[in-house]
């Protein structure tokens, strides 16, 4: 069930009502230390009024203590109530927040529509152009003139790029082909040498280590307009490409 709260004092009764369940844990544990005080201070029966009396005080201060677990379960269930409250309160003011995005909601999606149409109709020039330079293209070599390269091409292909050798250099033991040794081993000074150096074969030096050799990418066409996009109108008909007539 919603709060009968206003709107937006949610929020301010759950703090007093939190403030209000620490009161009641506050005076439980008064009225639970004074219960054990005076039960620790019962008089031994050798005066019948003061036996009395503690008795009747003793009833009194069980009485408060039950009323302060009543008071502070009370008060749990009154701080669990107005969280409860709170969520509420932010999910309706989501939910009409969401519900004023309607329109604009609807108008985007008429948009979009319109957008489609106009896109799929330039998709379509866009594929007229292209059928004629191919068509164009199918008798340059007799009229010994040059393959046409369509625009679509020109404008989207990327082109060649050469990708830089990334070399670096290492210092280490390595032979005159810049091999490592296979095993190595700690002389007498503590240092790291190749466990079998016969004839010197490996030496301390700094060699040049290629990472990456020299790339060469070749220049890329995307795949076409034409047939990337699927256009659908309000309706959800296909628009684009457009659909073949049954023969």
Known sequence: MFSKLKPGAAAAAH???????????????????????????????????KLVAWKRELQDLEIRAD????????????????????????AARRYDAAAALIPAHAELASEIARDAVLLAEKLGQLENMRRSIEAANQVAEQLKRPTLIDGERQARTEPEQTLPELAQEVEGWFDQNGRH???????????????????????????????????????????????????????????????????
Request: net charge negative; glycine share 2%; no cysteine.
């Open 181 to 247: 040794p296979l095993a190595m081993t700690t002389d007498a000074t503590g240092r790291q040498v190749p466990a079998n150096n016969n004839m010197n074969r490996f030496s301390w030096q700094k060699v040049r280590q290629v990472i990456r050799r020299e790339q060469r990418i070749p220049a890329r066409m995307p795949k076409r307009f034409a047939e990337t996009f699927r256009l659908f109108n309000l309706s959800g008909d296909a628009i684009w490409p457009p659909v073949k007539a049954a023969q």
């Open 67 to 90: 009323a302060a677990d009543e008071a502070l379960e009370f008060a749990k269930q009154r701080v669990d109530e107005l969280a409860a409250d709170i969520v509420l309160e932010k």
């Open 15 to 49: 703090d007093n009502a939190v403030a209000k369940h620490v009161e009641a844990m506050q005076a439980l544990k008064a009225a639970e230390e004074a219960l054990d005080a005076h039960e620790d201070a019962r008089p031994d029966g050798s005066d019948l009024e």
